[in-house]
């Protein structure tokens, strides 16, 4: 009896969870997007809000053109974006041209979350204010039958996602500081990691009640990190990654999750906070590139130098003095810092399964 009475106890206790934690639901299966992040996500901020033209060979995939991506291609939300059956997210900042009528892209390229250190001042904090005013001007206009046109219901069922905190490791490295200092309690990885609680608890309190919430990539496997920031006796990992930068992302992931479970604690019965791997979901794609066709993956395939990483600083992708690989051959970094359309499709497919997110959520289901 008494066994019987515990395991009706833990069977209750499952029930209320599943309830506490249930999905806001849309009538209507409409997706809204609103993303904030870096350059693994930008799809054009940066040249728009510095007026430079990122010149070919980006963009000769798919869109025979340059649009702005660190890419030859699409990124992986632009793959997301087609899953979901919505446009392809225009830059908050690119003033031609932009059609937000299925979401905003507010991630700027060089963007840190909470780094101070960075030339680029679209750290999480202003990419919130910006969205913060995006949709105050939102509601100014629709009595008017102008901008987005995107109404309350738009905004309360719309997905956050956040992919952000790679510069901050980046930036802590180029201070000088110790792997100890850049992991320590206080240090700058804790405060990017607060900076992403704070940004949702931020748009928690203007409406926001779906956040999904990706952990940053294996930085010490890029190209770039491997050809300038490798020291000599520097350890590097089973698939040939810088170990040091890599146990920085690490770090900061373990900060992520624990946020990702204090918010959805915090916020359970009232939203949603799913927090998804990116740094499994890319790393396999180095340790396990044969699986998918790659021969070098810490090779760029836009660069200078050959193998084994092709990345020569003042010589890179968009250079004169690079060239890119023949099309058709796969990679998995584009320019040594960023992915190529076809990680990033491998990427977005990974993503999409809702095996690599905590609670194992599919991103179709928040539209739902």
């Not at 992520?256 to 790393?283: P, W």
């Not at 796969?330 to 990033?344: I, K, L, M, Q």
Request: net charge neutral; charged share 20%; aromatic share 10%.
């Amino acid at each position: 009896m008494v066994r019987m009475l515990r395991g009706l106890v833990i069977l209750a206790a499952v029930v209320v969870a599943l309830h506490c934690c249930e999905l806001p639901r849309r009538a209507d299966g409409r997706c809204v997007l609103f993303n904030f992040g870096d350059s693994n996500s930008d799809t054009g901020s940066l040249p728009a809000a510095y007026g430079f033209y990122l010149g070919p060979p980006a963009g000769r995939r798919f869109f025979n053109r340059t649009t702005g991506r660190w890419s030859d291609g699409r990124l992986y939300i632009d793959f997301i974006a087609e899953s979901l059956g919505i446009r392809y997210l225009s830059p908050y900042l690119e003033s031609s041209g932009s059609n937000f009528t299925d979401g905003v892209n507010f991630a700027v390229a060089g963007a840190a979350a909470a780094s101070n250190q960075s030339a680029i001042p679209f750290t999480m904090a202003t990419q919130v204010n910006q969205f913060l005013h995006f949709k105050n001007r939102t509601r100014e206009l629709r009595p008017l039958g102008q901008g987005s046109m995107l109404s309350e219901e738009d905004f309360l069922g719309a997905v956050y996602s956040i992919d952000v905190g790679q510069n901050d490791i980046t930036l802590a490295f180029l201070a000088n500081l110790t792997l100890q200092e850049i992991v320590a309690d206080g240090g700058p990885l804790a405060a990017a990691a607060a900076k992403v609680e704070e940004s949702v608890r931020a748009l928690y309190g203007s409406g926001a009640r779906k956040f999904w919430v990706y952990n940053t990539g294996p930085i010490g496997c890029l190209p770039q990190t491997l050809a300038l920031r490798q020291r000599p006796g520097d350890e590097l990992d089973a698939a040939g990654c810088l170990a040091r930068y890599n146990a920085a992302a690490r770090a900061l992931n373990a900060g992520l999750a624990a946020a990702c479970r204090r918010l959805a604690d915090e916020y359970c019965g009232s939203a949603t906070v799913v927090c998804t791997d990116m740094y499994a979901v890319k790393y396999d794609l180095f340790a396990n590139h044969d699986r998918y066709g790659i021969e070098r993956p810490l090779m760029a395939c836009c660069g200078h130098g050959g193998p084994p990483y092709n990345y020569v600083n003042l010589k890179t992708c968009g250079q004169p003095t690079a060239t890119a690989c023949p099309e058709g051959e796969r990679h998995v970094s584009w320019d040594g810092v960023h992915y190529t359309e076809d990680a990033n499709a491998i990427v977005a497919s990974k993503i999409l399964s809702g095996d690599f997110s905590q609670p194992r959520t599919k991103l179709h289901a928040l539209c739902e």
